[in-house]
Nanobody, 124 residues
Framework: QVQLVESGGGLVQAGGSLRLSCAAS????????MAWFRQAPGKEREFVGA????????YSADSVKGRFTISRDNAKNTVYLQMNSLKPEDTAVYFC?????????????????WGQGTQVTVSS
């Protein structure tokens, strides 16, 4: 079992930056691959990025490539999402997720545990 708590969301102007954090507790953090998803009102949950257990391999959605970076610090049991050049269409609740294997990193069913989410709002 692992518990996930996101933080770092907020209101930012278009073109600005935010860094989200997801702190994990419970079973050894380094045994989990991690991911970020987002969900805007009235839309399905959307994959943003994923990172392997070691942090060596990362995946990003096309919509955020070159703007968002996922990273992790296994010593701190934390995964991060650095978001730059934010756009109004990035507005959503952002969730972190943990799974034992990155069989299909962009699919929600890959992940067993989810945080409660943090709101990101980008104004134009």
């Amino acid at each position: 079992q692992v518990q996930l708590v996101e933080s770092g969301g907020g209101l930012v102007q278009a073109g600005g930056s935010l860094r989200l954090s997801c702190a994990a507790s419970g079973r050894a953090f380094s045994t989990y691959a991690m991911a970020w998803f987002r969900q805007a009102p009235g839309k399905e949950r959307e994959f943003v990025g994923a990172i392997s257990r070691s942090g060596i391999t990362t995946y990003s959605a096309d919509s955020v490539k070159g703007r968002f970076t996922i990273s992790r610090d296994n010593a701190k049991n934390t995964v991060y999402l650095q978001m730059n050049s934010l756009k109004p269409e990035d507005t959503a609740v952002y969730f972190c997720a943990a799974g034992l294997r990155l069989s299909n990193p962009n699919m929600p069913y890959t992940y067993n545990y989810w945080g409660q989410g943090t709101q990101v709002t980008v104004s134009s």
